[in-house]
């Protein structure tokens, strides 16, 4: 390949990597551009987990093999395979300065230099699939190994050679760069959807998922539900033991929420600011949203220095009414909400569960005053 086709190839690949919005599409672009840039059939990239020792496969593109999933959900290889990373994995490379170079394995057998005894996994991966050769570039981000980026060419091309495998060591610079791209882009969307403090969901993440939601609901009829609850007695606690034991209340609140959103499949939980939480659930039926928000009312009330919470429940499975919006549906919930801390009941109050004059639907759809009860917050009031 001429030096001019290399740099194209390189630059393709650091394009495509940018124009990635999820890791996974980061991961296809890496694996597809490495594998075009060397002329390559097959080509894979794994991430070391540490913690299990083994390399965990994240894409394969190209010609795959009959067991080869684009995006495998358990394909992984226990290191101890392959002792020709062990080395790398373990960074022993620092000691002799510069970073590790790519290497060549071939059907036919270890790679030249290879000790004799040396474990050919890879060689036999090789002649299983049809596969003549393979060039292993180890990736290291942010100084410590990473993994590998894996490109194989069918039996009966040419094989890798030196130069390819020089080159192979370029590019898995370049995919390092993009994987620690995508790993800011991924810290930016976590911050901009997270609470800070209790490390749940907040209220841009909650506004994005409920539109997702009811929009299932309009389109298939998914059942959405709501759960928001005021956790009681905030105020108490930070005028009289300060700020910071208040904070760890929210934060002790916020970790009973999240257990208990755990026994909603797919639920999503989240502070809506202040004293405010919420469970969010697209799927799940409304008894059991109902009985989850029970469960909540039920260990919140046995939180050290809380005084439990007010919660409300609403649910397009119950009858509300129609649900075009994500408006009425939080409407709905905030009303359930407020009319639990109104009568101070120690269980879910749940819109639409009182019969055709349900005093909870009434108060969400009444016309809006000027300081409506049952919309205290402003970010709710949007059209």
């Known amino acids: 390949m001429g030096e001019d086709r290399r740099l194209a190839a390189v630059v393709a690949l650091a394009q495509g990597m940018a124009a990635a919005h999820t890791p996974r599409e980061s991961w296809r672009a890496a694996a597809l551009g490495a594998c075009r840039a060397l002329a390559g059939g097959f080509a894979a990239l794994s991430v070391w987990e540490r913690d299990l020792g083994r390399l965990r496969v994240l894409v394969n593109v190209g010609d795959r093999a009959a067991d080869e999933e684009e995006f495998p ?35 036919e057998g270890p790679a030249e230099g290879r000790r004799p005894g040396y474990c050919h996994q890879r060689v036999a991966a090789l002649r299983r699939r049809g596969r003549g050769s393979c060039v292993v570039a180890p990736i290291v981000l942010h100084g410590r190994a990473w993994g590998e980026l894996y490109v194989a060419r069918s039996a009966g091309t040419p094989v890798f050679d030196r130069a390819d495998a020089d080159f192979a060591t370029v590019l898995a610079a370049v995919v390092a760069a993009g994987l620690a791209q995508t790993e800011r882009l991924e810290e930016a969307r976590r911050l901009a959807f997270t609470d800070a403090l209790t490390g749940l969901a907040n209220r841009r993440a909650v506004d994005v998922r409920l539109e997702e939601a009811v929009e299932q609901h309009r389109e298939r009829g998914t059942v959405v539900s709501l759960v928001v609850c005021d956790l009681n007695g905030l105020k108490r606690v ?6 910071a034991v208040g904070d760890r209340l929210l934060e002790r609140f916020g970790s009973v929420l999240s257990l208990c959103g755990a026994m909603l499949p797919g639920a999503l939980a989240a502070r809506l600011g202040g004293d405010e939480f919420c469970l969010l659930a697209a799927g799940p ?12 009312c039920r260990r919140a009330g046995e939180l050290e220095l809380g005084e439990g919470v007010a919660c409300g429940v609403a649910s397009t499975g119950d009858p509300i009414g129609p649900v075009r919006t994500a408006r009425r ?7 359930a909400q407020y009319r639990a801390k109104a009568v101070r009941a120690a269980r879910p109050v749940v819109a639409g569960r009182e019969g055709p004059e349900d005093p909870v639907v009434r108060l969400a759809d009444e016309p809006p005053r000027e300081q409506p009860a049952a919309e205290r917050r402003s970010f709710r009031g949007r059209p």
């Not at 059991?288 to 469960?295: C, N, T």
Request: glycine content about 10%; proline content about 5%.
């Open 285 to 296: 039926g409304a008894d059991d949203v109902v009985r989850v928000a029970g469960e909540l």
């Open 73 to 107: 959900e358990a394909e992984a290889y226990p290191v101890h395979q392959f002792p020709e990373i062990t080395e790398f994995l373990h960074e022993r490379w620092v000691s002799g300065g510069g970073e590790p170079n790519a290497w060549v394995e071939t059907a």
């Open 238 to 243: 930070n005028d009289t033991l300060g700020h």
């Open 329 to 335: 549906l939080f409407r709905l919930a905030d009303a």
